[in-house]
């Protein structure tokens, strides 16, 4: 059974950082592209940033230079480093893996990050 934890939300003031993570189990996480989403309050889910099982990376043009997805297959977790944050990165953020074919998908149960004076 396939699971994803993630880890490392909170509350932030402008500007700050964090640095979330998703530990994974139950699967072969070398052979998944993993990504990071988010969901605002009113707002569909969007794709914040991807890596692919080859290590190739992806971002949606609002974080760009200001947050980095990471991958440890030896751990098997996905990090995503944010930097600069701004109060419009405010939702709850979560863990997603899917397998190379495209066939399966998994979701962690989210976590909240608040960018807040």
């Known amino acids: 059974q396939v699971q994803l934890v993630e880890s490392g939300g909170g509350l932030v003031q402008p500007g700050g950082s964090l640095r979330l993570s998703c530990a994974a189990s139950g699967g072969i996480f070398n052979l998944w592209h993993m990504g990071w989403y988010r969901q605002a309050p009113g707002k569909q889910r969007e794709l914040v940033a991807a890596?692919?099982?080859?290590?190739?990376?992806n971002y949606t043009d609002s974080v760009k230079g200001r947050f980095t997805i990471s991958r440890d297959n030896a751990k098997n977790t996905v990090s995503l480093q944010m930097s600069s944050l701004k109060p419009e990165d405010t939702a709850v953020y979560y863990c997603?893996?899917?397998?190379?074919?495209?066939?399966?998908?998994?979701w962690g149960q989210g976590t909240q990050v608040t960018v807040s004076s």
């Open positions: 890596v692919t099982r080859g290590g190739s990376t």
């Open positions: 997603h893996a899917v397998t190379s074919a495209g066939t399966l998908d998994y």
